[in-house]
């Protein structure tokens, strides 16, 4: 795909102020949510994934994007499924939880075995999300970006991109992609982002994508190009600790901890990335 063009113009040379597009800036993030997000954050299946809620806030973030239960809500590259946990429980009694990855047909893979495990994702999501979460496989929805169903086109209420914006821009694909999401979006849909974010006066090499870091005056402007207005921006999922300007990139920080048990105390003393936590809405 070729269509990273615009977008990577728009990193390199859009780092200044946010637009005056923002509506208001939420420091102390958003109100915690309804009692049935409490009962799926609090239930014994996430034992593990709750050691990081102190440094995702799942209950305020999902407040902040207005992620309600009833909700068609897509998950955009849920990887290890920390909040595909979240959401598929939550969703599934009266909402219905989508999971899109990227467009694979004209990736590039190491070898065969990469590449069937990528094409036959779709097929095979909805059964590992069930594993996960106990919701039944039928519940749940996966399709690559480019083959959402056109009967389901503009009929998503939500669409929740965690941590993978770095993704789309290293796989040169941002551009398309955020198209293909903005066709899935009712009219008054809307998108939320969290990503590891970069200091404003950042170099080019810490702030490209390549260290998993991006200043958010620059994710601005890509959603900008894309047919996007932001709305909204909270300050829930920031850590001012992180420098953001470490050689091994994000990746440096917990939970990956990169560099092992070299000065594992301090990295762990740290926490996790710093994170814009932005809303978009759908442009006409």
Same mark, same amino acid.
């Given at each position: 795909m070729?269509?990273?063009?615009?977008?990577?113009?728009?990193?390199?040379?859009?780092g200044?102020?946010v637009?005056?597009t923002?509506?208001?800036?939420?420091?102390?993030?958003?109100?915690?949510?309804?009692?049935?997000?409490q009962?799926v954050?609090?239930?014994?299946r996430r034992?593990d994934?709750?050691?990081r809620d102190?440094y995702r806030?799942?209950?305020d973030?999902?407040?902040?994007?207005g992620v309600?239960?009833d909700q068609?809500?897509?998950?955009?590259?849920?990887?290890g499924?920390?909040?595909?946990?979240?959401?598929?429980?939550?969703l599934?009694?009266?909402g219905?939880?989508?999971?899109?990855?990227?467009?694979?047909?004209?990736?590039s893979?190491?070898?065969r075995?990469?590449?069937?495990r990528t094409?036959?994702?779709?097929?095979?999501? !909805?059964?590992?999300a %069930?594993?996960?979460?106990?919701?039944? =496989? *039928?519940?749940?929805?996966?399709?690559? #970006? +480019?083959? &959402?169903?056109?009967?389901?086109?503009?009929?998503?209420?939500?669409?929740?991109i965690?941590?993978?914006l770095h993704?789309?821009?290293?796989g040169?694909?941002a551009?398309?992609?955020?198209?293909?999401?903005r066709d899935?979006?009712?009219?008054?849909?809307?998108?939320?982002?969290v990503?590891?974010?970069?200091?404003a006066?950042a170099p080019?090499?810490?702030?490209?994508?390549?260290?998993?870091y991006?200043?958010q005056a620059?994710?601005v402007?890509?959603?900008?190009?894309?047919?996007?207005?932001?709305?909204?921006?909270?300050e829930?999922?920031?850590?001012p600790k992180d420098?953001s300007d470490?050689?091994?990139?994000?990746?440096t920080l !917990?939970?990956?901890? %990169?560099?092992?048990?070299?000065?594992k =105390? *301090?990295y762990?003393?740290i926490g996790e #990335? +710093?994170? &814009?936590?932005?809303?978009?809405?759908?442009?006409?």
């Amino acid at each position: 795909m070729k269509k990273l063009l615009m977008a990577s113009a728009a990193l390199a040379m859009l780092g200044a102020a946010v637009p005056a597009t923002a509506k208001h800036h939420e420091k102390d993030g958003a109100a915690m949510t309804d009692a049935s997000l409490q009962t799926v954050l609090n239930h014994e299946r996430r034992a593990d994934d709750k050691a990081r809620d102190v440094y995702r806030h799942p209950a305020d973030t999902l407040g902040f994007f207005g992620v309600k239960p009833d909700q068609t809500v897509v998950e955009y590259g849920p990887g290890g499924g920390w909040y595909t946990r979240i959401l598929v429980p939550y969703l599934a009694g009266s909402g219905q939880y989508i999971a899109v990855n990227a467009d694979s047909a004209n990736a590039s893979f190491s070898d065969r075995a990469r590449e069937a495990r990528t094409k036959g994702w779709p097929e095979n999501f !909805p059964e590992t999300a %069930a594993k996960w979460t106990g919701v039944e =496989a *039928k519940k749940i929805l996966a399709f690559e #970006s +480019d083959e &959402m169903p056109d009967d389901m086109k503009g009929k998503v209420d939500r669409i929740l991109i965690f941590r993978s914006l770095h993704g789309m821009l290293n796989g040169n694909r941002a551009d398309s992609e955020l198209r293909a999401l903005r066709d899935m979006l009712v009219d008054d849909g809307m998108v939320g982002i969290v990503q590891h974010r970069a200091k404003a006066d950042a170099p080019y090499a810490m702030s490209n994508g390549s260290k998993g870091y991006l200043k958010q005056a620059s994710v601005v402007a890509l959603f900008e190009l894309n047919g996007f207005e932001l709305v909204s921006e909270s300050e829930v999922n920031a850590n001012p600790k992180d420098m953001s300007d470490y050689e091994r990139g994000v990746w440096t920080l !917990p939970p990956v901890l %990169a560099l092992g048990d070299a000065d594992k =105390a *301090k990295y762990q003393a740290i926490g996790e #990335s +710093d994170r &814009m936590t932005l809303l978009f809405k759908k442009r006409p």
